[in-house]
Nanobody
Framework: VQLQASGGGLVQAGGSLRLSCTAS????????MAWFRQAPGKEREFVAA????????YHADSVKGRFAISRHNAKNTVYLQMNSLKPEDTAVYYC?????????????????????WGQGTQVTVPA
């Protein structure tokens, strides 16, 4: 299984983007899925996660109320809708899969839980 992230780009502050992460070569419906991001000179950080089967979602405090993760299992795709974008959202965004899915809710924000990563898509919000 491979993950392909897309949808990044350049957007003005206050604008919106929707990122997609599509799994190929297999199904992602049974995996917990997540988005992380890495800004220049910073460590990768958790953004949002969604449980296998389209269950509960979990968002980092920094994006809560602005970003929303969702999934369409029939399309093997996970989305990240990003609204009210800020310059500090500028980063490379990565999608990741947790296989087999952990049952520990708090672990969903931890990088080491995820064993499959996409290639990243750049989001730039100029100041």
């Amino acid at each position: 299984v491979q993950l392909q992230a897309s949808g990044g780009g350049l957007v003005q502050a206050g604008g919106s983007l929707r990122l997609s992460c599509t799994a190929s070569g297999g199904t992602s419906s049974t995996y917990n899925m997540a988005w992380f991001r890495q800004a220049p000179g910073k460590e990768r950080e958790f953004v949002a996660a969604i449980r296998a089967g389209g269950g509960s979602a979990y968002h980092a405090d920094s994006v809560k109320g602005r970003f929303a993760i969702s999934r369409h299992n029939a399309k093997n795709t996970v989305y990240l809708q990003m609204n009210s974008l800020k310059p500090e959202d500028t980063a490379v965004y990565y999608c990741a899969a947790d296989r087999p899915p952990t049952a520990v809710y708090s672990a969903l924000a931890t990088e080491t839980v995820y064993d499959l990563w996409g290639q990243g898509t750049q989001v730039t919000v100029p100041a």
